[in-house]
């Protein structure tokens, strides 16, 4: 039987959030939110980018993990990162490739030809492009990550909370359309 323990936000040691890539809005206000909390209690706060939280969330350990997520528009945001284990308490999570947003058959083709697990949902929805190559496989990860961000706060894993914009926000394309020949 589930039993309901209280709690009060001092109780809190870091607040976290992922910080992208993802929605504009969505990581504006969680990022917000958890920044108020942070200051408000005068904690900690912490980021992880929603690419390391599922690449950490596979547990593959010495091996290339590339997380995929839907950008929209026909995009992907991709990384690739390694997993490692230390005699530390807590793994390392290695960036072997930074984030980036591209259209999925151009991020594939610029990654090596060797071993690598894919993860999240644009990998599941591009399967048959991964498949072409023999050495890549898919592993399927649930894409619930609070757990994973909480986890991943209290190590060195973690980044600032601040957001990570890989992609331009669409108010700021329009406007550097203004005054172009074809606006």
């Known amino acids: 039987m589930f039993q309901y323990l209280p709690f009060q936000l001092q109780d809190i040691d870091i607040f976290a959030a992922a910080r992208g890539p993802g929605s504009f809005t969505g990581l504006r206000v969680g990022i917000a939110a958890m920044q108020g909390f942070a200051a408000a209690h005068r904690r900690q706060?912490?980021?992880?980018?929603?690419?390391?939280?599922?690449?950490?969330?596979?547990?593959m350990h010495d091996a290339l993990v590339a997380p995929m997520i839907d950008a929209r528009r026909g995009d992907i945001y991709g990384a690739v990162y390694h997993r490692r284990q230390t005699k530390a308490e807590f793994d390392t999570l290695v960036e072997e490739q930074p984030p980036v947003v591209l259209k999925p058959a151009q991020w594939l083709y610029s990654l090596p030809?060797?071993?690598?697990?894919?993860?999240?949902?644009?990998?599941?929805?591009?399967?048959?492009?991964?498949?072409?190559?023999?050495?890549?496989?898919?592993?399927?990860?649930?894409?619930?990550?609070?757990?994973?961000?909480?986890?991943l706060a209290a190590t060195s894993n973690s980044g600032p909370?601040?957001?990570?914009?890989?992609?331009?926000?669409?108010?700021?394309?329009?406007?550097?359309?203004?005054?172009?020949?074809?606006s």
């Open 161 to 182: 909370l601040v957001p990570l914009y890989v992609r331009k926000a669409d108010a700021e394309i329009a406007r550097e359309g203004i005054g172009s020949p074809n």
């Open 113 to 151: 030809r060797k071993p690598l697990i894919f993860c999240g949902d644009a990998a599941i929805r591009y399967r048959s492009l991964i498949e072409e190559e023999p050495e890549w496989r898919i592993h399927r990860v649930d894409l619930y990550l609070a757990s994973t961000i909480a986890e």
């Open 45 to 59: 706060g912490a980021g992880v980018t929603t690419l390391e939280a599922l690449a950490w969330k596979t547990g």
